[in-house]
């Protein structure tokens, strides 16, 4: 029986969590028989390299109406597939929009949907909770198992097969699915160095003590040329803009090393930053529950801990 | 305008996740309670939009009879009125959670101009409910909103993508999922949270669809429980720290 992938992509070129979802789905036990070629379902254009990853048969879904996004336009595209193809199992990255979609397919098939799984075989899924804190082992109960694979849980394996056969079609597509649609955008304002990028991450939680006890940490970003972050008590006592906050509804971050300072290390705040390299907390409280998820640690009050860590910068960098 | 939020009742778990003995649930006898900083973002633009255009706030959970709490915080900000749809406190799926919050909203009889969710619980994260939940009442439904103005019978909503935002035009009445970030919601005051006392609340019992989603058993991740290398103690420890930037190579 066939596995479906729902390919996003940017101007043709897959998206990272895309192509994980790929791997992932290859490896999916269907009747016994693993990797065999996977059919991709994609909207617009047919997305380039798709060949690489053992993709057979590319579906593209092509309308007039994909020129902006609208989630339960894309819905409707795989709900087709799904019917023409009768595949055992549709996979789709777990990204916003990944989510988003097959959560319009299930809704429209009524059928149920795993989000953000790390791990499936049959109908037997583990998914996250708590954004990555927690772990489910779940069982869906379906013909067809819809399922979306939490971003960066696999890593993206190769396995070429030749260039795809490329299948059109134009779904049926109902008024009430182009009802919500991207009708316009609005560009921000470029500012330094993005959090969710940064490679150094300098951040402050309530032990910062107020707005201005940033004045430190903005200077130790500055000097290490990173980005400020911040927890949820300093956003909720407004010292920092949401923008700033790491964690489970804040920005996940990936850098180098995470410098940590006043923060108790709370399950949330902490599913922000799975992806640091290296965790340096700074803390008062030697038994804060931060030191059980760093990697180094250095007890002290951080107004006088990080002015000292800029000056030594500053010493070292003059040598 | 008329709003319903959903808001759904969690444990707030601390530094650690610690399961009960079946690996069925979080042990929460130690825990406190609250809900998503996403639902919490919900009611408060809920509270702001009836301040502005006239109207009636009201607040919907699924969960057990402790999840009054919750209900009476939401309206401790604002919200007029609740409506609680009473479990045993056992698991519900998405989908049986979305059938009877879309069933509750036919029973209320109230015309809702905008029905609000988080984008994702704080615990489960299935990402499903408001989808679900508009399906089932021919609404169209934008998820992941991080900003929200109503004229002229049409919600704006405003969704963070490469950077910059998209725009999407909505006609009401309509189902819109937010993120935190939305607008910075106040803490309930005292006075708020005596009028609260006295808000009416509509339990009732709903059916339960069966699961089609079974939860088997919750595990914790392993990865947790490393000890940090102790550097040192107050800014001596500086030094030791600028050599780890300098090993990891950034300085
Ligand atoms: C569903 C849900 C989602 C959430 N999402 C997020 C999220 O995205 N991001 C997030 O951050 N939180 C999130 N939270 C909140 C989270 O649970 C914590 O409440 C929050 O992270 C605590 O912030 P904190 O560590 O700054 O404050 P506290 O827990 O109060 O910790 C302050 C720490 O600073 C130390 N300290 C105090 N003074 C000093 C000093 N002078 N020098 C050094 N150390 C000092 C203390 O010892 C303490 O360890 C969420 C909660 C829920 C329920
Ligand atoms: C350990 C554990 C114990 C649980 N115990 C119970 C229990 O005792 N009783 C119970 O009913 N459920 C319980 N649940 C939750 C139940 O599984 C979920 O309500 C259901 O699975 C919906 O999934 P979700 O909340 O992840 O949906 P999502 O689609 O992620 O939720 C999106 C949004 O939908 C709304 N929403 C979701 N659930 C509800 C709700 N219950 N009421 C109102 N609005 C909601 C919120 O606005 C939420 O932000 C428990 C979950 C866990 C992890």
Known sequence: MAVLVVIEHVDGEPTEPSLQALTFARGYAVDGAPGEPVHALAVGLAPRGLGELGVGTVHLAEHDAFGSYAPAAVARSVVETIQRLAPSVVVAAGSELGNEVMAHVAAMLDLPLAANCISASGDEVTRIRWGGSLLEEATVHSDVVLLTVQPHAVAIEKAPVGEPAVERFTPDLLPADLAVRVTDRVEAAADGVSLADAKIVVSAGRGA??????????????????????????????????????????????????????????????????????????????????????????????????????????????? | ????????????????????????????????????????????????????????????????????EQLRDCMAIGAARAIHLVTDGEEWDPQATAAAIAAAIHADGTAFDLILFGNESADAGNYQVAIRVAYALGLPVVSGIKGISVADGQVRCERESNGGRDVYEVPLPAVVSVLEGLNLPRYPSVPGRMRAKSKPVAASTPPRRESRLARRRLVVPAGQGKQAEILGHGPDAAPRVVEILQQIGLL
């Open chain 1, 209 to 319: 003590g107020s707005a201005e006890g940033f004045g430190i940490i903005e200077e130790l970003a500055a000097l290490l040329g990173g980005a400020v972050g911040c927890s949820r008590a300093v956003t909720m006592s407004g010292w920092r803009p949401h923008t700033d906050q790491v964690g489970q509804t804040g920005t996940k971050i990936a850098p180098e090393i995470y410098i940590a300072s006043g923060i108790s290390g709370a399950t949330q705040h902490m599913a922000g930053c799975k992806g640091a390299k290296k965790i340096l907390a700074i803390n008062t409280d030697p038994d804060a529950p931060i030191f059980a998820s760093a990697d180094y640690g250095v007890i002290g009050d951080l107004r006088e801990v990080v002015p000292a860590i800029s000056a030594e910068i500053r010493r070292v960098k003059g040598a």
């Open chain 2, 1 to 68: 305008m008329n709003i319903l939020t959903c808001v759904k009742r969690v444990p707030m778990t601390g530094g650690t996740i610690v399961l009960t003995a079946d690996e069925q649930a979080i042990e929460t006898r130690h825990l406190g309670f609250t809900i998503s900083p996403h639902e919490e973002c919900g009611i408060e633009e809920a509270v702001r939009l009836v301040e502005a255009h006239g109207g009636e706030s009201v607040v919907l959970t699924l969960g057990p009879a402790e999840a009054e």
